[in-house]
């Protein structure tokens, strides 16, 4: 920014800025119109401006420019941290890039993670495939299972990584680190991370890692997964249970508690924040996870280089051999050259573990946030079946041409919220809605309702699937098919195809259908043949689980991605709640 100047003698000049001259209420109210990195530039031209903009009021209006809380959260948000300044940063860092809605296309059925604030927080949550009864979507009680949680410090700028658990019947906390969060982030992922110890209080590093944890076979990654997080586990303290969204007293008490647990594990009862004793609580020791995973004794570090060059080369020369004899050479002795390849291969794996754990002198559990290139099909990422990974769900906002963009929720049948004895439960349906220029005709738009979660107890379309494709370009003058209106009048129609028979993801059955919008902003689709009837609404996914039912986690690693093939409910053999 250009320092406007009145004079030009240099003494004139130091003191020429206008915006120095200002009152700091006037400066808040131009502060509007800037953003945080916009702030943090201007703290940079010089000593005065610095100190201006380090107020607590200025600060206070970035936090609401951010727009990730509401102004009374951000009030009592910042009864826990050390400044207005602190809280941005932890709002424009964490909150902001994380916040929305998660998926996984394994289970089909439930892998739908909405991550929001709790108190200096972000908390991921697995909505439950679950029935909706006579209260209806909005009075119900929505069923969820917390899944992880990161925390802020008393700076902002230090985080606390929890993945949660259970442990046969004990829900437990796994802590871990964030080794990064981009701010465009769309893939998160849970992997085991190397930690190199200066053995001083406080000071615990990234190894440099020369072989990345993703480059890891997939039962190696799900083996050290699961060891790291059965030596780390915590017990959920009584005050923590059931009490992730609690009032603001007891969100001071289980923050504090979280971070003492973060920092000293079991010992933490006993301890203060303020306590300089560290000890590395949460982390495993190298050589005794070496030991552990079979391998005996681990190699000294400057002989793993020869010993992967040696394996490398071993297992060329085996492949080269095969290829030349491939024509002329006995079965007995393509049999030999393979077991040599096999043999070379894990002999290949082998160092790459041991590459990998030679990083730190010790290892934890950690979380990534990072940007990739994905490719989609109808706004349903393409995702990788072998990662401990979420993807994130693009999401827009309703503007004025795209006024049903979004979350909807809702469940088969008219009138809606009407039950029978004998079907007292309606299964919860949960779909994101997304705007597609159809490839055959850019002029002619249309609507996708893709599913992300089906409340039943088997499923024959996975998440992902359409459905319903209507072409929102063409109204249509068609009338509402059902004598029982309930109240509502039809605004609009649309038509196009729903999701009927047919088996898979990518290709399932359609027939043809309409979409009607009503005057009390309710979607409703309506299968032409069989006059099936599914009624959407728009859902506020915050407010619903706050409110909701807290029931138990999966075991760690399975609560944070399902990683089985299961077209079934896994929640629905009666967890308990708590």
């Known amino acids: 920014m250009e320092m406007m100047k009145i004079g030009d003698s240099p003494s004139e000049s130091s003191d020429a800025c206008l915006l120095l001259s200002l009152p700091e209420d006037s400066f808040a109210v131009i502060s509007r119109f800037l953003s945080p990195s916009d702030i943090c530039n201007l703290s940079l031209c010089c000593k005065s401006l610095s100190d201006l903009v380090d107020s607590e009021k200025i600060w206070f209006v970035q936090c609401e420019v951010v727009k990730a809380l509401p102004l009374s959260e951000i009030f009592q948000w910042r009864t826990g941290i050390s400044s207005y300044k602190s809280l941005c940063r932890f709002l424009v860092e964490v909150v902001n890039p994380l916040v929305g809605i998660w998926v996984h296309q394994n289970p089909e059925l439930g892998n739908v993670v909405y991550v929001m604030p709790g108190f200096l927080s972000v908390v991921g949550c697995r909505i439950i495939p679950q029935e909706v009864g006579p209260l209806g979507i909005q009075e119900g009680r929505v069923m969820w ?45 849970l992997e085991v991370e190397p930690r190199r110890d200066k053995r001083l209080c406080g000071e615990v590093e990234n190894g440099e890692v020369r072989f990345p944890f993703c480059k890891l076979p997939f039962a190696e990654r799900r083996k050290l997964l699961y060891m790291v997080t059965g030596r780390v586990g ?94 002329s050479s006995s079965s007995s002795k393509q049999h030999t050259c393979s077991s040599s390849s096999s043999s070379s291969s894990s002999e290949i794996r082998r160092s790459n573990l041991q590459t990998f754990l030679s990083s730190g002198d010790s290892v934890g559990l950690s979380v990534k946030a990072t940007q990739t290139k994905l490719s989609s099909y109808r706004g349903w990422p393409n995702m990788h079946e072998t990662r401990f990974a979420l993807y994130k769900l693009p999401s827009k906002d309703p503007v004025e041409s795209q006024e049903y963009a979004g979350l909807w929720g809702g469940t088969f049948g008219w009138p809606p919220g009407k039950f029978t004895e004998d079907k007292p439960g309606k ?62 009048e039809f605004e609009h129609c649309y038509t196009g195809e729903g999701i009927a028979k047919g088996y898979g993801f990518r290709y399932p059955g359609y027939k043809p259908g309409s979409l009607f919008v009503t005057s009390k902003g309710l979607l409703v689709f309506v299968w032409k043949e069989t006059k099936v009837v599914l009624t959407l609404q728009r859902l506020d996914l915050e407010e619903l689980l706050k409110k909701g039912v807290c029931v138990s986690p999966l075991p760690p690693c399975l609560n944070f991605t399902y990683l089985t093939k299961s077209h079934t409910n896994v929640f629905a053999s009666g967890r308990r709640t708590s």
Request: glycine letters at 8%.
């Open 145 to 189: 299972s917390p899944v992880f949680e990161i925390i802020s410090g008393l700076d902002g700028g230090s985080t606390a990584f929890f993945l949660h658990g259970i442990d046969r019947e004990s829900s437990c906390l796994y802590p871990g680190f964030v080794t990064s969060i981009d701010k465009c982030c769309n893939v998160l992922l």
């Open 427 to 488: 299964a919860l349906f949960l779909l994101m809605l997304t705007y597609e220029e159809e490839s055959r005709d850019d002029s002619e738009r249309l609507l996708i309702g893709t599913k992300i979660l089906e409340g039943t107890h088997y499923v024959m379309h996975p998440n992902g699937s359409a459905m319903f494709v209507v072409k929102i370009g063409s109204p249509s003058s068609e009338i509402f098919p059902f004598d029982d209106t309930n109240g509502e």
């Open 234 to 327: 915590l017990n959920v303290p009584e005050v923590s249970s059931g009490m992730i969204f609690p009032h603001k007293a007891m969100s001071l008490e289980r923050r504090a508690m979280l971070l003492k647990m973060h920092k000293f594990g079991g010992n933490w009862n006993h301890m203060s924040l303020e306590d300089e004793l560290c000890y590395d609580p949460i982390q495993v020791d190298i050589n005794e996870l070496w030991t552990n995973l079979g391998y005996g004794e681990m190699d000294d570090e400057n002989e793993i280089q020869d010993t992967q060059r040696k394996s490398l080369s071993k297992y060329f020369r085996s492949s080269i051999k095969r290829i030349l004899r491939r024509s």
